[in-house]
Structure formats: structure tokens, C-alpha cells
């Protein structure tokens, strides 16, 4: 037996435009019932899941990409959390916070994470699935009764549950207060630990500011302070990762873990799997259909939570929710220097320096087919070095003779033009998109080819950032300049933008330089690196390109972090502090896996 999920996309359903396809050819429509209408209020079509018999028809012919139709197992029914209305989004099952532990939950971006905040904090009440006849919370405790989740109920219904959320979005806390960083953090302290959490932070200079003119990372680290500082049951912290170097990450960690030490219950969502691992105590994995239903799994270690995600198959459920599974090539982490290309640029000595910073460069080549890794804190000047090859920056001392053509995606993308996604694909292609062999090499695999239509404000972060992706790869050019690929995107994502550049790059014979902070993501797509020291804000060195495995021993060495390799999936995985093998690895200056 199976129970019928029909989700509506409302934003991308244009029945102006489309004839009606989807009405039109439902054969339970054509059999003289009313499966598929259009609703007169909305003007938009209505799917009856009662009596639709999911042959899939109008998903094939609606042009827009507008309908999703599922069959889920008919246990599933009975775990029906919440749903938000007729041919809407909804939720089965949900995580269970745990007491002096830290629990990260893993999926695809639009699985209803907000949805799980929103009921477990206590700002929405669940439904069970029925929108138009909610139960009162009796009947929710009953549904509960006998689980751990029930006394997590219990004390919502009471009024005696806090939560403290970290917000995905942290620039809207700029808009929303105005102040300094110091005034925001000691409005918030309730535990008296502000100053202690300042320093793991390394927010000491960034105080006295006004939140608006604070940078992402420094906005997302008073984020964490400000909700780790306040006095309650429940933590929870969306993407604290975002912004920040893998040094500050690490400081984040620390305070995040801190909470879980003094027995506080805290969930994190997360999509640097380093991080994560290195984090989290248990895992609970989300899947389902993007933006139509998500379904939470049982509680995971940590370990085998992250290779089932990358499995793409729950055994405990026997439940496939991915076709394939994701592998980590152990070759491409071998210790020889790249040297399959020919040159496509070199470059001396260089430096530049500013009134306040200066920065030197060691001398370097990028080959065709290679793709460079860039790591490093933040404010050393990597962006400089990315200028500075590409032509926009000049200089002060030494100069790159070639002028070769550079495509450039910047960290900070913008999304206030209200032109539709094609418009912008065909400016960076200089010509028609749609059946063209650049949309069949670049669009198809980054699968942004339903987004053709969307306005580029309307887009979300992860999609925002692929679409910036794909204009920079569309460009003619020799050289293609990514800067923070990995923002916003989810884990799924991640890997197979990685996985994409890397093919793209090999198969064309191009180059590509890549600067990022996710250390798995870096791992996987880097030939060669460089690595940036030196003081943030003042002065910044970049070493000359090395191979893999001695940039990352190195780096990893700065950072105080050892790696092994986990012996299922092959995924580097962080050694956590003070283990036996970190102390082993760290003893004989080995950091990074040996293969």
C-alpha cells in the first residue's frame, strides 16, 4: 500500500502560461472526476490526493516543473507531523533533542528544517497532518505518549521551554537591531559567560560596531554568542558555519560543545561535514522531495549517521532515498604533483600593500586541467591574489606578462535584480541557452535548468550560488575564479558542484582556482595548494603551489586538527580532540591521512 504526496509548486505554477496541461491530460479528469481543478481563489491548479492515482502525467507535461507526485510507503501516514495546507509541504517524524549532547541534523536544503525549529522551540503547533481540523495539545501528548519527545511537549504546553535559536539568515539581525555587537551579546547574556565566549570567538575587535557594518563572519559569530549566551533548555544553531574561516569554525564548535558539557540539549544544522563530524555527538538524516516532503530518520552515531547520508540508503529503514551513492576517490588525495597540462599562467614574487595590510605572494603556475585550492583565514588577502592574477588588481611589485581571460564568481554574490535566471545564463553564454550544447554541459549537471524561469531576487542562497556558478563557467575564458563556491549550498550539493568542476576542468582542458573553507569540499577538488599565513587584517603570505597531501598536513597542523580517513566511505573524517588517534597522529606530525 502506498499514501499519495501531491505538492504544488505555487511560485512556478503559471496557468496564464501553460494551457493547462495538467488538467487537461489527468486521465481520472478525463474518466469524468475533478482530480486536477484550478482553485478560483488562488488561480492556481488543486491536486485531490484522495483520488489521484499517481501515474505522474501531469508532473511529465506541466512545462513549469510545477508539480511533484510521490508515493511514500502507507506507514509513513500514521508519522504525519505537520502539513501547511492542501498540496503543500509537510513533515513525518521528528528528532528528539537529547540532554548534554549535541545533535546534528543532515539533509538536503527545503526538507522542513525550519518546520522542525519552529515545533520543537514552540512557535508552531504541530498539526498531524490535519490543517483544516488542528488537534489541541491533549490530543498531541497522546500521540506522543511513550516517547521521549512527550515531556518536550509536556513543558511547551506549560509555557516551561526557552529556546535560543542562532538564525540561518543572520543579516536580518542587522536589520532588525540597531547597535553595536557588545549590546546585542549583553542583552542576551543571562549565564554571565559573554566574555569568555568573546574570546573563543575572536570577537574582541569587532565590538564596538555597529551590526551593519560588521562582515558576514563577524555578523554570524556574534549570532552564535548572542544565542549561546542566553539561559535556556533548548539550543538550536542553523548553518553556524556560514561566512567563517575554518579557524573561526573551530571556535564555534567549541562554544556550540560547551553548551552540550553543562547539559544543555542542542541541535545543529550543518553543511560542512567536517564540521558536523567534528561536532556532533548523534546524527538524524532528513530526506524526501525538496520543498514537498521531508522525513526524519531514527537517531544515528555520528560515524555511521554521515555514511548513511552519503550512501543515500537508511538500513535501520530500509529506506533508498538517493540513486547513488557518494564516493570519495582515494587517488585523488595521492601525494605526486600535478603536472598533466601544460602552463596556462605563471607568476613571480608578487606583492601589493594598502595603507593598513600588505600581502606577499610566492611564485606560482596554474595548468590546464588543474584545479588550485586556495586555504586560509579570512583578511589575508586571498581575493587579492585572485585580483592580482586576473588582472583587476595591480601590484606593487612583480607582474604577470600573459594576459589570459579570467571568469571571476565573487564570495558576496548579489540578488536585488528582478531579471528571470535565462536572461542572466544568456549574458555570461553571449547567446541562446535553451538547447545548446553549453546547457546540456553545464545547466543539466548543476540541474539549474528549473530555475530558467525565476526571477534571480526571488532565488534562494543555494540557488543563488549556482546560478553564479554556472554564469562564471559559461564565460570563454582560460581561467575560471570561484570564490567560496560551498556558501548556502547543502551537502548534496557541495559534492556535486566538487565533483562537477573537477569533471569540467579535466574533460575541457581548463583551469580553475578555487578559494573555500570547507576542508572536505577542498580535499576532494584540489590538485594542488596554496596556503595562506600570517596575521588577518595586517599582513598575509601565500606559499608557493604545493601538492595535496603536504599543504594539508600543514594546514591541518595550523588548525591543531588531525584527519584519518573513515574506512567505509573513504571521507576524511576529523580525529576528535584529545583522542587516541589524534594524539598518535599529531606525534609522529602526520595530520593528514596517509594513504
Known amino acids: 500500500m502506498t499514501h499519495r504526496v501531491a505538492v504544488l509548486d505555487k511560485e512556478l505554477c503559471q496557468p496564464r502560461k501553460c494551457g493547462l496541461e495538467c488538467i487537461k491530460y489527468c486521465p481520472v479528469n478525463k474518466s469524468g472526476a475533478d482530480c486536477i481543478v484550478l482553485n478560483e481563489e488562488t488561480k492556481k491548479a488543486q491536486i485531490d490526493e484522495n483520488i489521484c492515482n499517481g501515474c505522474g502525467i501531469c508532473v511529465k507535461v506541466c512545462p513549469f516543473e510545477a508539480i511533484t507526485i510521490v508515493n511514500l510507503a ?356 553571449e547567446g541562446a541557452i535553451e538547447g545548446s550544447q553549453e546547457e546540456e554541459q553545464i545547466l543539466d549537471p548543476l540541474k539549474i535548468k528549473k530555475l530558467y524561469n525565476k526571477s534571480v531576487k526571488n532565488l534562494s542562497g543555494g540557488e543563488l550560488q549556482k546560478v553564479a556558478v554556472a554564469s562564471c563557467l559559461l564565460q570563454k575564458v582560460d581561467l575560471y575564479a570561484l570564490d567560496e563556491p560551498s556558501a548556502f549550498l547543502d551537502v548534496e550539493d557541495r559534492i556535486a558542484v566538487a565533483k562537477f568542476l573537477q569533471k569540467f576542468v579535466r574533460s575541457f582542458g581548463k583551469s580553475a582556482i578555487v578559494i573555500d573553507h570547507d576542508l572536505q569540499l577542498m580535499d576532494l577538488i584540489s590538485d594542488s595548494m596554496v596556503i595562506f599565513e600570517g596575521e588577518s587584517g595586517k599582513a598575509g603570505h601565500a606559499t608557493s603551489p604545493m601538492n595535496k597531501s603536504n599543504a594539508m598536513n600543514r594546514f591541518l597542523k595550523s588548525l591543531d586538527m588531525s584527519f584519518r580517513r573513515d574506512e567505509k566511505s573513504l571521507r576524511p573524517r576529523v580525529n576528535k580532540l584529545e583522542s587516541r588517534l589524534d594524539k598518535e597522529q599529531k606525534s609522529s606530525g602526520n595530520f593528514y591521512y596517509k594513504n
Open 74 to 429: 502507507s506507514e509513513l501516514a500514521t508519522d504525519k507531523i505537520h502539513q501547511y495546507g492542501p498540496n503543500s509541504f509537510r513533515l513525518y517524524k521528528l528528532p528528539t533533542p537529547k540532554k548534554g549532547e549535541v545533535v546534528g541534523l543532515l539533509g538536503r536544503n527545503g526538507m522542513g528544517k525550519s518546520t522542525v525549529v519552529n515545533i520543537l522551540s514552540g512557535n508552531l503547533k504541530p498539526n498531524l497532518g490535519r490543517y483544516d481540523d488542528p488537534p489541541e495539545w491533549d490530543e498531541i501528548l497522546k500521540y506522543y505518549s511513550g516517547t521521549e519527545l512527550k515531556s518536550h511537549f509536556e513543558k511547551i504546553k506549560q509555557n516551561k521551554i526557552r529556546a535560543s535559536i542562532k538564525p540561518q539568515q543572520v543579516h536580518h539581525i542587522a536589520q532588525a537591531f540597531n547597535g553595536t555587537g557588545k549590546e546585542l551579546i549583553e542583552k542576551y547574556d543571562e549565564r554571565g559567560v559573554s566574555n569568555q565566549i568573546i574570546k573563543e570567538l575572536g570577537l574582541e575587535n569587532s565590538l564596538e560596531q555597529n551590526l551593519k557594518e560588521l562582515s558576514g563572519g563577524e555578523l554570524q559569530r556574534i549570532a552564535v554568542a548572542a544565542a549561546a549566551s542566553k539561559d535556556t533548555e533548548f539550543y538550536f544553531f542553523d548553518e553556524p558555519s556560514s561566512y567563517n574561516d575554518v579557524f573561526q569554525r573551530r571556535g564555534v564548535a567549541r562554544v556550540i560543545q560547551s553548551l552540550a558539557e553543562i547539559g544543555k540539549s542542542v541541535m545543529v544544522v550543518e553543511h560542512d561535514l567536517t564540521l558536523l563530524d567534528f561536532l556532533s555527538d548523534y546524527i538524524e538524516v532528513l530526506y524526501g522531495e525538496p520543498a514537498a516532503y521531508g522525513v526524519v530518520s531514527s537517531v544515528l552515531s555520528t560515524k555511521v549517521g554521515i555514511n548513511v547520508f552519503l550512501d543515500g540508503y537508511l538500513p535501520n529503514e530500509n529506506v533508498r532515498f538517493r540513486d547513488k551513492k557518494f564516493s570519495f576517490d582515494v587517488s585523488s588525495s595521492s601525494t605526486d604533483e600535478f603536472q598533466e597540462g601544460s602552463e596556462i599562467v605563471s607568476y613571480p614574487r608578487l606583492e601589493k600593500k594598502y595603507p593598513t595590510f600588505s600581502v606577499t605572494i610566492d611564485p606560482g603556475v596554474v595548468r590546464k586541467g588543474e584545479i588550485l585550492g586556495i586555504m586560509g583565514a579570512n583578511a589575508l588577502g586571498k581575493t587579492t591574489m585572485m585580483k592580482m592574477i586576473a588582472g583587476v588588481e595591480k601590484p606593487d611589485l612583480g607582474s604577470i606578462d600573459k594576459k589570459i581571460k579570467i571568469a571571476y564568481k565573487p564570495q558576496y554574490l548579489q540578488n536585488d535584480i528582478d531579471v528571470e535566471v535565462i536572461a542572466l545564463l544568456e549574458k555570461a553564454n
